[in-house]
């Protein structure tokens, strides 16, 4: 949101013309939205699990203390649509339910992402219409942070859908081998602006006639002008965690609170428009909404619009975070983290590193080819030839080296985007079972898929026997590696 110098070959009119329109149209980059879409769909499934699940019999089935007429009534009166109009078995409301919290899931990962975002948003207005009057805010912005991901490309980075597309455009090198040399990094992937825009448009809304609405007199007088309205929330036992005896603050920390929060909403328009001031207004933000949830019961109308903060930040930015959550240096060169050597004939391992190069956002891992006997000589001297061509393995920061299965753990706790997977690949029994099926898929890997070299084929073949003829696999490689010099 930050407008760009004035050019001087053009009259003031066409020189703010010019500004709305490149505000409007000039592509950005899909980290900052991808971000906010993950965030927003975890905050508002644990809404679900957390709030609505426990209550669920009392406020959406029929015998509820909520009856669903009520719902319906609404739903008439308004002309909204809702899946749970005139709905009163029990079974069909948990199934919606179930359905619900899927979606949140895919949405979340990215899998099907439009789809599951139209499932979330359709069933997060439904339930919030069955139940009316038992919400609160926080359920009104969740549905609107989910409309915004429905007209978004929300899915155009970081996620399983992304992901697909990548490994699709992979194409087998000619020689039937890659360098293991790193790959230039990919573009950034640029997504139109106009969605990204309206959201930020609607944070602003929201703030700003919040604090419009504070200023409100009563009987002549305003308690956030006074100072007194943050002490007497503090005092309202319906909404503080705590008893204002138990926690009690100062009276003129409660005013400065007070006059705190006027100044962050109806100043939030003017402030998030210079990058100087809207980075400490970002920060304040969620000091704001942090500090509410500390000390007060309102539902999930804090942590929800926190999730719209990310449409705010830059791509960089964002990328930059997410290469620091995953323990690398932006930018940084020298000795890597992680050391991984697998098969740079083997049309398998090779798109499973491309898969693990576009998961690892923090560029802690490289890749050693097992064919080049020297550097395994030096770097892996206690290896054999024959095992380094039956599994994959990968040399972590302390020297420690693992193998197949196992070394695919170690890339689990490397990379972010695997960190949901590590609890099952170290429940009891699951580790015997993954390196079975690990050796099996190593064996088997030139059934899995088609080469596009002969050198590939003849590679994989030779690699299928029972015993493994390492003569052949070096004749193989040293002709391949011959042809691709010629």
């Known amino acids: 949101m930050t407008f760009t110098s004035l050019q001087p070959d053009a009259t003031l009119p066409q020189q703010i013309w010019r500004q709305i329109v490149r505000f409007w149209t000039e592509p950005m980059r899909a980290e900052p939205l991808a971000m906010m879409r993950i965030c927003g769909a975890v905050a508002?499934?644990?809404?679900?699990?957390?709030?609505?699940a426990p209550n669920l019999s009392d406020f959406w089935m029929p015998d509820s203390l909520l009856p669903p007429e009520v719902g319906d009534e609404y739903v008439e009166r308004t002309g909204r649509f809702s899946l749970l109009y005139g709905v009163r078995s029990p079974a069909a409301i948990i199934t919606w339910f179930i359905v619900w919290c899927v979606s949140l899931v895919f949405l979340a990962v990215g899998f099907y992402t439009r789809f599951a975002c139209v499932v979330a948003w359709v069933l997060t207005a439904s339930f919030n219409?069955?139940?009316?009057?038992?919400?609160?805010?926080?359920?009104?912005?969740?549905?609107?942070?989910?409309?915004?991901?429905?007209?978004?490309?929300?899915?155009?980075?970081?996620?399983?859908?992304?992901?697909?597309?990548?490994?699709?455009?992979?194409?087998?090198?000619?020689?039937?081998?890659e360098s293991p040399e790193p790959r230039p990094a990919p573009e950034p992937v640029m997504i139109d602006?106009?969605?990204?825009?309206?959201?930020?448009?609607?944070l602003v809304v929201i703030y700003f006639f919040n604090g419009i609405s504070k200023l409100h007199?009563?009987?002549?007088?305003?308690?956030?002008?006074?100072?007194?309205?943050?002490?007497?929330?503090?005092?309202?036992?319906?909404?503080?965690?705590?008893?204002?005896?138990?926690?009690?603050t100062p009276?003129?920390?409660?005013?400065?609170?007070s006059w705190a929060t006027l100044l962050f909403e109806l100043g939030f328009p003017l402030f998030v428009l210079f990058a100087r001031t809207r980075k400490w207004l970002l920060w304040g933000g969620v000091l704001f909404h942090l500090g509410i949830f500390v000390t007060m019961e309102i539902g999930w109308f804090g942590q929800v619009m926190l999730c719209f903060y990310p449409a705010l930040l830059s791509g960089a930015t964002v990328a930059r975070f997410a290469a620091r959550l995953a323990g690398g240096k932006p930018g940084a060169t020298g000795t890597p983290s992680y050391i991984l050597y697998y098969d740079t004939f083997c049309p398998v391992c090779r798109r499973a590193r491309l898969a693990l190069e576009i998961l690892d956002v923090g560029r802690r891992i490289v890749y050693r080819d097992i064919h080049d006997r020297d550097l395994m000589q030096r770097e892996l001297p206690q290896v054999s030839y024959t095992e380094s061509l039956t599994e994959m393995m990968v040399v972590s920061p302390d020297g420690k080296l693992t193998r197949g299965y196992d070394a695919f753990r170690t890339i689990g706790r490397v990379l972010p985007a695997l960190w949901p997977l590590l609890p099952l690949l170290y429940l009891p029994g699951v580790s015997h079972a993954g390196r079975g099926i690990y050796r099996w898929v190593a064996k088997n890997r030139f059934r899995m898929i088609k080469c596009e070299s002969d050198m590939c084929s003849m590679h994989l073949k030779a690699l299928?026997?029972?015993?493994?003829?390492?003569?052949?696999?070096?004749?193989?490689?040293?002709?391949?590696?011959?042809?691709?010099?010629?």
């Open 44 to 52: 508002i499934l644990l809404s679900t699990l957390l709030s609505v």
């Open 217 to 248: 007199f009563v009987d002549g007088t305003n308690q956030y002008i006074t100072g007194e309205a943050v002490y007497w929330a503090l005092n309202d036992v319906t909404l503080t965690r705590f008893s204002y005896a138990s926690l009690p």
């Open 464 to 486: 299928s026997k029972e015993h493994v003829d390492l003569e052949e696999v070096e004749r193989i490689v040293t002709q391949a590696r011959s042809a691709s010099r010629a």
């Open 129 to 177: 219409l069955r139940a009316p009057f038992a919400l609160n805010g926080g359920d009104d912005v969740a549905a609107l942070f989910m409309f915004y991901l429905l007209i978004s490309p929300c899915g155009a980075a970081w996620s399983i859908d992304s992901f697909r597309r990548r490994m699709k455009q992979y194409r087998e090198p000619d020689s039937g081998f």
């Open 251 to 257: 009276l003129w920390l409660c005013a400065l609170l």
């Open 193 to 202: 602006a106009w969605p990204v825009r309206l959201i930020q448009i609607q």
